[in-house]
Protein backbone atom coordinates (compact mmCIF):
# COMPACT_ATOMS: atom_id res chain seq x y z
CA UNK A 1 0.00 0.00 0.00
CA UNK A 2 3.12 2.49 0.77
CA UNK A 3 4.56 1.85 -2.50
CA UNK A 4 1.49 2.62 -4.35
CA UNK A 5 0.86 5.89 -2.55
CA UNK A 6 4.60 6.73 -3.16
CA UNK A 7 4.51 6.30 -6.72
CA UNK A 8 0.78 8.39 -7.07
CA UNK A 9 2.67 11.14 -4.94
CA UNK A 10 5.67 11.22 -8.00
CA UNK A 11 3.01 10.91 -10.58
CA UNK A 12 1.53 14.09 -9.42
CA UNK A 13 4.65 16.09 -9.05
CA UNK A 14 5.70 15.54 -12.45
CA UNK A 15 1.84 16.68 -13.52
CA UNK A 16 2.58 19.61 -11.41
CA UNK A 17 5.61 20.53 -12.83
CA UNK A 18 4.53 20.43 -16.30
CA UNK A 19 1.82 22.57 -15.80
CA UNK A 20 4.25 25.53 -15.49
CA UNK A 21 6.68 24.51 -18.42
CA UNK A 22 7.08 27.06 -21.21
CA UNK A 23 7.72 23.75 -23.62
CA UNK A 24 4.84 23.33 -25.82
CA UNK A 25 4.68 19.20 -27.63
CA UNK A 26 2.35 18.79 -30.15
CA UNK A 27 1.10 16.28 -32.65
CA UNK A 28 2.94 13.40 -30.91
CA UNK A 29 2.56 9.64 -31.70
CA UNK A 30 4.45 6.42 -31.72
CA UNK A 31 4.72 4.59 -35.64
CA UNK A 32 2.76 1.09 -34.57
CA UNK A 33 5.27 -1.97 -35.40
CA UNK A 34 4.64 -4.90 -37.55
CA UNK A 35 3.76 -8.39 -35.95
CA UNK A 36 6.83 -9.37 -34.46
CA UNK A 37 8.69 -6.41 -34.05
CA UNK A 38 9.26 -4.12 -30.38
CA UNK A 39 11.29 -1.61 -31.75
CA UNK A 40 9.69 1.69 -32.98
CA UNK A 41 9.99 5.58 -32.28
CA UNK A 42 8.05 8.52 -31.07
CA UNK A 43 7.51 11.30 -33.03
CA UNK A 44 6.26 15.17 -32.51
CA UNK A 45 6.37 19.07 -33.04
CA UNK A 46 8.51 20.40 -29.67
CA UNK A 47 8.53 24.72 -28.98
CA UNK A 48 10.20 26.46 -26.72
CA UNK A 49 7.95 29.55 -25.72
CA UNK A 50 10.19 30.61 -22.59
CA UNK A 51 13.03 32.70 -22.68
CA UNK A 52 14.81 29.84 -21.10
CA UNK A 53 17.01 27.56 -22.95
CA UNK A 54 16.37 23.31 -22.89
CA UNK A 55 17.85 20.86 -23.04
CA UNK A 56 15.83 17.33 -23.74
CA UNK A 57 17.77 14.45 -21.64
CA UNK A 58 15.37 11.74 -22.13
CA UNK A 59 11.91 10.85 -22.87
CA UNK A 60 10.28 8.22 -20.79
CA UNK A 61 7.36 6.63 -21.13
CA UNK A 62 5.98 3.09 -19.61
CA UNK A 63 5.41 0.44 -22.99
CA UNK A 64 8.91 0.65 -23.54
CA UNK A 65 11.59 -1.14 -21.88
CA UNK A 66 14.30 1.40 -22.84
CA UNK A 67 14.50 4.71 -24.76
CA UNK A 68 16.83 7.07 -26.48
CA UNK A 69 17.32 9.82 -28.40
CA UNK A 70 18.24 9.81 -31.65
CA UNK A 71 19.12 11.59 -34.88
CA UNK A 72 20.05 10.71 -38.31
CA UNK A 73 23.50 12.00 -40.41
CA UNK A 74 24.48 11.02 -43.88
CA UNK A 75 27.67 9.09 -44.00
CA UNK A 76 29.38 6.97 -47.30
CA UNK A 77 25.93 8.31 -48.86
CA UNK A 78 24.05 6.33 -46.34
CA UNK A 79 21.43 7.62 -43.74
CA UNK A 80 22.15 6.21 -40.27
CA UNK A 81 20.54 6.23 -36.65
CA UNK A 82 22.88 7.72 -34.27
CA UNK A 83 22.18 7.79 -30.48
CA UNK A 84 22.39 11.53 -28.71
CA UNK A 85 23.19 12.46 -25.17
CA UNK A 86 21.16 15.73 -25.47
CA UNK A 87 19.17 18.10 -27.99
CA UNK A 88 19.28 21.77 -27.68
CA UNK A 89 16.09 24.08 -27.42
CA UNK A 90 16.92 27.53 -26.89
CA UNK A 91 14.55 30.17 -25.97
CA UNK A 92 11.79 30.57 -28.85
CA UNK A 93 13.04 27.99 -31.16
CA UNK A 94 11.32 24.47 -32.09
CA UNK A 95 11.98 21.29 -33.96
CA UNK A 96 10.47 18.69 -35.45
CA UNK A 97 10.76 15.20 -34.52
CA UNK A 98 10.19 12.92 -37.38
CA UNK A 99 10.87 10.06 -39.49
CA UNK A 100 14.41 10.35 -41.27
CA UNK A 101 15.62 12.67 -39.31
CA UNK A 102 15.32 13.85 -34.78
CA UNK A 103 13.43 10.52 -33.22
CA UNK A 104 13.22 8.78 -29.80
CA UNK A 105 13.47 4.83 -29.98
CA UNK A 106 11.72 2.93 -28.27
CA UNK A 107 13.43 -0.49 -27.46
CA UNK A 108 11.40 -3.93 -25.83
CA UNK A 109 8.11 -2.06 -27.10
CA UNK A 110 4.96 -4.09 -25.56
CA UNK A 111 2.14 -4.98 -28.68
CA UNK A 112 0.12 -1.80 -29.82
CA UNK A 113 -2.88 -0.85 -31.00
CA UNK A 114 -4.02 1.36 -34.09
CA UNK A 115 -5.28 4.89 -31.87
CA UNK A 116 -4.17 3.50 -28.47
CA UNK A 117 -2.90 6.32 -26.18
CA UNK A 118 0.56 6.53 -25.14
CA UNK A 119 1.95 8.59 -22.55
CA UNK A 120 5.62 9.95 -22.53
CA UNK A 121 7.54 12.24 -20.08
CA UNK A 122 10.46 14.39 -21.75
CA UNK A 123 12.59 15.19 -19.50
CA UNK A 124 15.28 18.60 -19.63
CA UNK A 125 18.13 19.46 -17.81
CA UNK A 126 17.12 23.13 -16.80
CA UNK A 127 13.17 22.96 -17.42
CA UNK A 128 10.35 21.48 -16.42
CA UNK A 129 9.83 17.76 -17.45
CA UNK A 130 6.30 17.80 -20.37
CA UNK A 131 3.84 14.95 -20.15
CA UNK A 132 3.27 14.52 -23.37
CA UNK A 133 -0.01 12.63 -24.88
CA UNK A 134 0.87 10.67 -27.81
CA UNK A 135 -1.17 8.42 -30.08
CA UNK A 136 -0.01 5.09 -31.61
CA UNK A 137 -0.77 5.59 -35.51
CA UNK A 138 0.24 2.63 -38.36
CA UNK A 139 2.70 3.50 -41.03
CA UNK A 140 -0.39 3.94 -43.78
CA UNK A 141 -2.40 6.53 -41.28
CA UNK A 142 0.70 8.90 -41.49
CU1 LIG B 1 16.58 5.47 -33.95
Known amino acids: MKVI ?3 GGMLLAVLAAAQTSTVEVTDAYVRAMPPGRTVTAGFFEIANRGDQDCRLEAAKTDIAGA ?10 GKMKMR ?8 AGEQLSFKPGGLHVMLFRVRPL ?9 LEFADCDPVVV ?8 RK
Open 83 to 90: QVPGIDLP
Open 5 to 7: VAV
Open 67 to 76: TELHTHIHED
Open 113 to 121: KDGEPVEMV
Open 133 to 140: QAEVRSIK
